[in-house]
């Protein structure tokens, strides 16, 4: 089977599975929800100011709630034995881990299009400059997190306290990431300045880490 | 070992002593700064050496992964632990010596920066490690330090753009260095450098040993499991 097949074929069973039961969803959304309220009751700014603090808080509550995702991407795997079938199957293991990749980017991307109305509605939030280059600031950052972050939840659900050991090794290797994807969407929210740098090298650091997951996740998958 | 560690111990004990003696007594006292200019001679060699074991982890890391070879993975978690130990001196040495020139404690400056983000990528990587159970620890600590190496360049540019967007006065190096202070600054280098071999070189002691101990309990339990 080509790696496309089996990439749509693992996309398609954690979709039927995650419609099931809504595991992942519920919990991300209900998390996002009490960052965003915590958030607004933490910081009481005017439109000036939320303007400058609002990309900075957005991602962070993104950061957060992908971290819920991304726990509980190999979970399910791991108890049911799957993956050990898996490095029995002549299956390319990249197919698995893009079919990964893509499932919880768009289950981020949804929790963030249901919580950025939210935001704005909280914080009283008008971009001033061209919001249309939110999306693929969004699309970008989005990706920096998932991509490593789904390959991290696999390395971490090697060790002991799984949990806590995924956001330890995602945050501090995110932080480019984050400054980029944080300075990005300031930037086109006060149209202070440019943000074509910043989305240069939130690219960049797509490329680089999507090649470097793809040589090393077979590494990963069947390391023991 | 036994015998040689003892006696490298008291040299490496006898130069640092010297080299301290050089850094307080002999380095001429700098114009501005005075005295607390002289904590530099502790914290710029900390930073060289520990730079230094991180790209000895990074390498170590891509050839464990190519080869696969015990030795070499010991070589990596030494040179992470150490250069730990050193970064750890560099991010308290730092803010020490900033506090009365600069006025402040801390700066979001890109050299600053990087070394905290550095420090906190090394830090996750040793927890990896400690928490990491059985035999595919090697492996997946060698992953994260290759992708831990890949973020520098990146870390450093985002630093740097960030950095430019909110300009803040920030003393730069620039200008020249007396030779006198730069002699002293390189013999305290050579000083740490020496240190930090030492400290290296038991602690792979140690991670070997540890290794063989590993090994020979895992064969001990798979003849106990064995039928007699």
Redesign the interface.
């Known amino acids: 089977m080509s790696v496309l097949r089996l990439t749509t074929a693992t996309l398609a069973k954690d979709f039927r599975l995650e419609w099931r039961s809504k595991d992942a969803l519920n919990s991300m959304l209900f998390f996002a929800l009490l960052v965003v309220v915590i958030f607004s009751f933490s910081f009481d700014p005017n439109a000036e100011e939320s303007r400058r603090i609002a990309g900075g808080l957005i991602w962070v509550a993104f950061l957060f709630s992908s971290v819920v995702a991304l726990n509980q991407t190999w979970a399910r795997e791991v108890r049911n034995q799957v993956l050990d079938a898996y490095r029995i199957s002549p299956a390319p293991s990249n197919a698995l881990f893009l079919a990964k990749v893509i499932g919880n980017f768009l289950f981020v991307a949804l929790i963030e299009l249901l919580t950025t109305p939210l935001f704005i509605a909280f914080y009283k939030l008008r971009a001033v400059g061209p919001a249309w280059q939110l999306f693929p600031v969004a699309a970008l950052g989005t990706w920096a997190l998932v991509v490593?972050g789904t390959?991290?939840a696999a390395?971490?659900i090697?060790?002991?306290?799984r949990e806590i050991?995924l956001p330890?090794?995602l945050?501090?290797?995110s932080?480019?990431?984050i400054?980029?994807m944080v300075?990005a969407t300031t930037a086109i929210l006060t149209a202070e300045?440019s943000a074509r740098?910043?989305v240069v090298?939130l690219l960049?650091?797509d490329v680089?880490?999507t090649v470097?997951c793809l040589l090393?996740f077979e590494?990963?998958l069947n390391?023991? | 070992m036994k015998r040689i560690f003892p006696i490298l111990a008291v040299l490496t004990g006898a130069f640092l002593s010297y080299a301290l003696y050089l850094a307080l007594l002999v380095a001429p006292t700098e114009q501005t700064m005075g005295d607390v200019q002289r904590i530099f001679y502790y914290h710029v060699p900390s930073a060289w050496t520990a730079f230094l074991l991180f790209a000895i982890n990074f390498v170590a890391s891509v050839v464990y992964?190519v080869r696969r070879n015990p030795a070499v993975d010991a070589i990596a978690v030494t040179s992470a632990e150490v250069g730990v130990v050193f970064c750890t001196i560099v991010l308290i040495t730092g803010p020490l010596w900033a506090r009365p020139v600069w006025g402040i404690w801390w700066t979001w400056d890109i050299r600053l920066t990087s070394t905290l983000?550095l420090w906190?990528?090394y830090v996750?990587y040793l927890?990896?490690r400690r928490?990491?159970?059985?035999?595919?620890t090697p492996?997946?600590a060698a992953?994260?330090a290759?992708?831990?190496a890949?973020?520098v360049p990146?870390?450093y540019?985002?630093?740097r753009?960030?950095r430019t967007?909110h300009p803040q006065p920030v003393i730069g190096g620039g200008g020249s260095i007396d030779p006198r202070m730069l002699h002293v600054l390189l013999m305290n280098w050579y000083a740490f450098l020496c240190l930090a071999a030492l400290m290296f070189w038991s602690r792979y002691r140690l991670e070997i040993l540890q290794q063989q101990l590993d090994e020979a309990e895992g064969l001990e339990s798979l003849e106990m499991r064995s039928p007699r």
């Open positions: 490593n390959f991290f390395v971490s090697r060790t002991r306290s050991m330890l090794l945050f501090p290797i932080i480019p990431a400054i980029a300075s300045y740098f910043w090298l960049t650091y680089i880490f470097a090393l590494t990963v390391a023991e | 992964l983000v906190l990528m996750a927890i990896l928490f990491s159970t059985g035999g595919q492996v997946i992953t994260v290759v992708f831990a890949l973020d990146l870390v540019f985002s630093i753009l960030f967007q």
